[in-house]
């Protein structure tokens, strides 16, 4: 027993021993714990906060309009027909061709109309050369005034049924009563034709119209002159300036509307005839205000909300508009002009929800005003 008590003594001896020898070693330094817990708590803190997209707010006009719906008309359109009876010698203008007003669009066969022209000339020529020699009788007054009349008339008759001749040879070629392109091709060549067979249609695609109905109420708004412009979905993001031409005085009283021609400042011809357009009469217009683009309006309960960021928070901003359209919104109040809204992530968003900017995106409106 003594001896094992010895030998348990003597271990701890030796164990304090190595443990106050090891005490006087020097210690290596520490690196501060302060620098990598902040940094690890900065990143972290980053990375929880929501990734977005945001835009700058900036100022801009913007109106309030009628939206209605029409087709494209053509303000100058021609059917085109022959004046005489003929067989189709030769085409010259087809569909989609552009003509001037003039321009030879068909011929007939014209051997019979030169025939009868060349006839009325020789008989004129003929009663011609007879007056002359009974004028110059008339002048030794060998002939007498009545009969001398009376030659004079024949002559001048003659002269008319040749003028006609010629007048019917020209008709053989059919030409473009007014510039524009052709619309339809009917005629055939050797067909016969008829003055009552419609040959081509021209229209001028340079002056376009759209007719929409207004409502009654909206009368007192709209006057000749006014402002529009028309946009399709086939010329997508693009408008075309137009103006009110013509409205109607009359009401229909089963549709409480009116008629309103809106003419369109067709440049290029883009615009076609038939073509289904969306026609906005501008009513009234607010300059220099806020303008927040649509991409940014998040809706609920009827009410429209843009989140605003303002030192990496998300401000969920009730939007109080005036006017708007299909690219923005007037917001009168509770934005401020240059403050980024929440374009992309928002959805599902809460209020004061941490953000952090990934991109921000270049304002289309601010290059349109």
Known sequence: MRKNAFVVVFILFGLFLLQACGGDRPQRPRRPRNYSDSS???????????PVEVMPVVRGDISKYL????????????????????????????EGQYVKKGDVMLTL?????????????????QQLRNFQRLEKMHAKKLLSDEEYEKAKYQLKAIEIAWNEAKL????????????GRVGQRLAKIGERIQPTDKLFSVVD?????????????????????QKAYITSDYFKNQKF??????????????????????GVRNRAARLRPGMFVNVHIVLDTHHNVILVPK????YENENMYAYVV?????????????????????????????????????????????VRIVNVRPNPLATKN
């Open 40 to 50: 690890r708590n900065a990143a972290q803190n980053q990375a929880e906060r929501i």
């Open 205 to 225: 695609n340079s002056q376009v119209i759209a007719v929409v109905y207004v409502p009654e109420k909206n009368m007192s708004e709209v006057k000749i002159g």
């Open 168 to 179: 019917k040879l020209d008709f053989t070629k059919v030409r473009a009563p007014i510039s």
């Open 109 to 125: 066969e014209a051997r019979e109309y030169e025939l009868a022209e060349q006839k009325a000339r020789v008989e004129y020529e």
């Open 310 to 354: 303002r030192d990496s928070v998300a401000h969920k901003v009730l939007l109080r508009t005036a006017y708007e359209d299909n690219e923005k919104v007037e917001v009168p109040v509770g934005i401020e002009e240059g403050e980024p809204v929440i374009v992309v992530g928002q959805a599902g968003m809460k209020d004061l929800t941490p």
């Open 295 to 298: 991409t940014a309006v998040v």
């Open 241 to 262: 300036d137009g103006w009110i031409k013509r409205i109607s005085p009359v009401v229909d009283p089963s549709s409480g509307t009116f008629k309103v021609t809106v």
């Open 67 to 94: 939206l209605l719906s029409s087709n494209l008309e053509t303000e100058v359109m021609a059917d085109v027909y022959s004046r005489i009876q003929g067989i189709v010698d030769s085409i010259f203008a087809e």
